[in-house]
């Protein structure tokens, strides 16, 4: 976690307090007041209490623009009594931009062709017709935006049979997320590795695709089986953590989008 700790109030010598005990002692107690913007020659500073908000690496965690900056302040803001860094996901990506993104760029391009190499949205169902309705209807379009716009051709086929993607799309593919800074390639590894599609991930930068559009896209199976067996309870609790962690990488991704 980020940010540097306040000193306990308490000299150790007045005794057992009475207040009832943390049910989980390994939180993190807000230890600020006041969260700001600073602008400095490499970018925007968020501060805690006039100090540098820092990475778990602590490094500075300096953002690209003031719209990326405003999401992480506004987390840090609406933090009540203990820190809850599950509702920190945009400061959670940007912390790993910076501490692991940088300088292995190559790396994180490399794991995202070898999902573009067997993408989600080229295998399509035989069967029940409803399925393959559904998969028409939210992947041919992102198929077609991809051929008309970046001259990106996929193989498609059914089942579960691997399949080789061109070498041009591939290369093409490649060329694309090699423009990504440290930021958005760790943006866009999250919603490639929670969506099983690096060509949704692409679409949804470059095309200006909606958020639920590529989320209903990379989720139609699992859909079509929840409407038709009905849903499990904490099976829904985990989708929903990962949507959320979904929308917030989306939200970085827009705010590094001309």
Request: net charge negative; hydrophobic share 40%.
């Amino acid at each position: 976690m980020t940010g540097d700790k306040t000193t306990n109030s308490g000299n150790g010598s007045e005794g057992p307090r009475s207040e009832p005990k943390d049910p989980n002692p390994a939180r993190l107690r807000k230890f600020y007041e006041v969260v700001t913007l600073d602008v400095a020659d490499t970018g925007f500073l968020v501060k805690l209490d006039g100090r540098v908000l820092k990475t778990p690496a602590k490094n500075n965690l300096i953002l690209p623009n003031q719209e990326l900056a405003d999401r992480v302040r506004e987390e840090w803001e609406q933090q009540g009594e203990f820190i809850d860094v599950h509702t920190m996901g945009v400061t959670k990506i940007t912390n790993s931009a910076i501490d692991f993104v940088g300088g292995k760029e190559s790396e994180v391009v490399e794991e995202l062709c070898s999902y573009a190499a067997s993408d989600l949205i080229c295998y399509f169902a035989e069967r029940p017709e409803e399925l393959v309705a559904l998969q028409n209807k939210h992947w041919l379009p992102v198929h077609a935006w991809l051929q008309k716009n970046l001259n990106i051709t996929l193989n498609t086929g059914s089942g579960i049979i691997s399949m080789d993607q061109p070498k041009e799309t591939l290369e093409r593919f490649r060329n694309e997320v090699e423009k990504f800074d440290r930021f958005a390639l760790s943006a866009a590894h999250v919603v490639t590795t929670l969506t099983g599609s690096a060509f949704l991930t692409l679409t949804l930068v470059q095309s200006g695709i909606s958020e639920e559009s590529c989320w209903a896209a990379a989720h139609v199976d699992e859909d079509w089986q929840i409407s038709k067996w009905g849903h499990d309870e904490e099976a829904m609790l985990r989708r929903n953590a990962r949507q959320l962690e979904f929308h917030c990488a989306s939200l970085i991704l827009k705010a590094l989008t001309p």
